[in-house]
């Protein structure tokens, strides 16, 4: 199996940029398929972004598009999330997420893994 870990988040104004990065352990970081999903407060978890095994392959919600960007290194055995242009309803509680299968997934049911999170908080 694999762990998860999340860091970068923080409080920042809207407009902002923020850098989230998930650093995983144990097996073969390169063997899972990577997501992105956030938390609001009384809201489900949605999906933010996902990318292939490779990185060669990624997805965003629609509600992010042109804003971030999701990347990894996987000699670093790390995942990247690049967030620019916040907005105060991005803020919510950040997670990672792993697949051990190849594509790219945006149901949260599709992914083995979970780190504890991150929160975000844009103020306007």
């Known amino acids: 199996q694999v762990q998860l870990v999340e860091s970068g988040g923080g409080l920042v104004q809207a407009g902002g940029s923020l850098r989230l990065s998930c650093a995983a352990s144990g097996r073969t970081f390169s063997r899972y398929s990577m997501g992105w999903f956030r938390q609001a407060p009384g809201k489900e978890r949605e999906f933010v972004a996902g990318i292939s095994r490779s990185g060669l392959k990624s997805y965003n919600a629609d509600s992010v598009k042109g804003r971030f960007t999701i990347s990894r290194d996987n000699a670093k055995n790390t995942v990247y999330l690049q967030m620019n242009s916040l907005k105060p309803e991005d803020t919510a509680v950040y997670y990672c997420?792993?697949?051990?299968?190849?594509?790219?997934?945006?149901?949260?049911?599709?992914?083995?893994?979970w780190g504890q999170g991150t929160q975000v908080t844009v103020s306007s």
């Open positions: 997420a792993a697949a051990d299968t190849f594509g790219v997934f945006t149901r949260s049911r599709e992914y083995d893994y």
